[in-house]
């Protein structure tokens, strides 16, 4: 939990014979003799207590809403109970700078979807010798365009996107009907596919290889202007093939 959100914690108010109890608001439930402090990993209560309200959840049923503002740090809740009435089980918390949202959120802004701005190759899988071939819809990361002053919405015109492919670093690239294309949301996510139709001849096996691996880049070029970056890559196996019917 993020320190200072607003979050919900529900307690049912009892008498000990088990019959609920309603509060509208803090002041009557205070004024029955019920509290709430908040106190650290010792027990000493925090030297600045959150702000916090009470409310009726369901009518006649006991059940009532606390809302409190997150504290930093763990701190725990403890609830001050008058004699005659059920205990309230006390809760902890931690007060944190970002949550899994919040980190989630700032991934996502400077890097776009998937959120690693890396030069690793994410697995393709594998595609049998002679198929046709689409990889699915595919995304670009923001931070790729980010760190050279461009975003998603760029991409609706003036960039080319190509694909191709090596085995070694040495041989001849194999681009010759590899299609990589924007998808119809590439200005909003950057989206992309690439396919073929016809399997590459380059990529063929040797009559003796059961598979062989290749490594693909995706690029983008900025038409009026020397801007190229390499936004994707990828490993593709190709295997060989079972069934040669043509």
Known sequence: MITGDTVVKLVKLETLAGRPLSYSDKTAFQAAGFDLSWRDS?????????????????????????????????SYARPTVPAWAADIPRWGIEGQTYDEDAIAGLQLTAQGIPAVNSAVDSDLGAVVMGDS????????????????????????SGWTITAGLKDAPENTMVNSGVTAAFGATAATD????????????????????????????VQLKRTTSSTIVTSNRYSLRVVWQRDTTT
């Open 42 to 74: 010792s027990g000493a209560a925090l030297s600045s207590q959150p702000t916090w309200t009470i409310a009726e959840e369901v009518s006649g049923t006991g059940w009532h809403r606390v809302a409190y503002t997150v504290p930093a740090g763990i």
């Open 133 to 156: 071939f689409n990889t699915g819809t595919l995304y670009i990361p923001l931070g790729k365009l980010t760190k050279l002053g461009y975003g998603y919405a760029d991409l609706a």
């Open 190 to 217: 950057g989206a992309f596919t690439v396919s073929w139709t016809t399997f590459p001849t380059g990529m063929n096996l040797t009559s003796t290889e059961k598979s062989h691996d290749w490594y693909m880049d």
